[in-house]
Nanobody
């Protein structure tokens, strides 16, 4: 079974920076798109950024120019560099992968829509 573990969250003052990491573990053969979502108290979960296998990226309008998503396919890890943080960026940030191909018991298998446990980001003065 594939697991996603996020790290790098914390508290920071407005204008500060944080870098989130999400490492996928398991008998992974390949991962397609990797995404970061966030959910603020009382709000629905929203997509923040996504990156495909070949490095194509998409961003939520409100984070464009401030956040940068990247991935290391060799380490099955996705990163989210967050700069110029604002109080409205405060949320629990979740890592998600759409589809993971695994190899075990002599064959390929897949898992869809895998989520991490979330990491808290708080931006406050």
């Amino acid at each position: 079974q594939v697991q996603l573990v996020e790290s790098g969250g914390g508290s920071v003052q407005p204008g500060g920076s944080l870098r989130l990491s999400c490492a996928a573990s398991g008998r992974i053969f390949s991962i397609n798109a990797m995404d970061w979502y966030r959910q603020a108290p009382g709000k629905e979960r929203e997509s923040v950024a996504s990156i495909t296998t070949d490095g194509s990226t998409k961003y939520l309008d409100s984070v464009k120019g401030r956040f940068s998503i990247s991935r290391d396919n060799g380490k099955n890890t996705v990163y989210l560099q967050m700069n110029s943080l604002k109080p409205e960026d405060t949320a629990v940030y979740y890592c998600n992968v759409d589809r993971v191909i695994t190899w075990y018991n002599g064959g390929f298998h897949h898992e869809n829509d895998v989520w991490g446990q979330g990491t808290q980001v708080t931006v406050s003065s």
